[in-house]
């Protein structure tokens, strides 16, 4: 992408400026000292940016437009991805009223000119494709995150996405896998049924920590139980034994006494 032409309603000490046949490679723009050389930079990357909040500090320090009433301009962009874009920006909130259009005059959504910007914030920008000499020399403006981000994203190439981006993204991700605290992500219903099956299996280990003991008490009374019906069958056989010896004595008694003639032949 690069900018083919640009035209200044106002801004700063320009009002009414249009600049034309801009070739893709590199252009140079001239000029003494205080002749609007900085104010142009910034024309140019607040347009492709957008305005600052209108209640910042760096929004009292930008230029307003001293001899028009018309803040703000448009720009013509040559694009590999969409052709022709033409965008138009005026002061507001929310980096600006921005009105994107392609070569027919048919509008655009704005998220257009974020893809052919490769999603570079406005802070970025600023920061590392657009700075002066002055900001340059203020090694703070290096130091955040964003910054950092697009610089390890510059060594990977333009069309893929930047290491910020993938971080965020992959922070999405993880937190709809797994959220510290939370009850609906798929890993934390999970452990949380893993936790109910510990508590169970622990319950379950407790009440059946005597089941061996009980067990072994149950095999012993079972044999000592064989043992007594054993014991019992003995007793039994011996007891019929005694009852038949009983009932001979008996009935010998009987016979004994009923024939007492007997009992002298016997004795």
Not at 186 to 213: T, Y
Request: hydrophobic residues 35%.
């Amino acid at each position: 992408m690069y900018i083919r032409s640009f035209h200044i309603d106002g801004f700063g000490i320009y009002a009414n400026i249009t600049v034309e046949n801009l070739a893709p490679g590199l252009t140079i723009f001239l000029g003494e000292n205080e002749a609007g050389k900085s104010t142009c930079m910034e024309f140019l990357r607040t347009m492709l940016t957008g305005y600052p909040h209108p209640n910042s500090r760096e929004a009292k320090s930008l230029p307003g437009p001293l001899h028009t009433s018309q803040a703000g301009g448009s720009m013509l962009l040559h694009t590999n991805e969409c052709g022709l874009l033409r965008l138009t920006r005026r002061p507001g909130n929310n980096g600006g009223l921005l009105t994107l259009t392609d070569a027919d005059g048919n509008p655009l959504d704005q998220e257009k000119l974020r893809q052919v910007l490769f999603g570079v914030s406005r802070d970025v920008y600023r920061k590392v494709f657009g700075f002066s000499l002055t900001e340059l020399e203020d090694l703070n403006s290096l130091t955040g995150e964003g910054v950092r981000n697009a610089l390890y994203g510059a060594s990977f190439g333009p069309g893929l996405r930047a290491p910020g981006d993938a971080l965020a993204m992959l922070r999405k991700k993880a937190d709809e896998i797994f959220k510290s605290g939370g009850s609906k992500p798929p890993l934390n219903a999970v452990l949380h049924e893993l936790n109910e099956l510990r508590q169970r299996k622990a319950e379950l280990e407790q009440a059946g920590a005597g089941f061996d003991a009980l067990a072994q008490e149950l095999g012993n009374r079972r044999e000592e139980l064989t043992h007594l019906r054993t014991h019992r069958l003995e007793l039994e056989e011996e007891r019929r034994l005694l009852e038949r010896r009983l009932g001979v004595w008996q009935q010998w008694n009987e016979w004994r006494l009923a024939n007492p003639v007997w009992n002298d032949l016997l004795l």
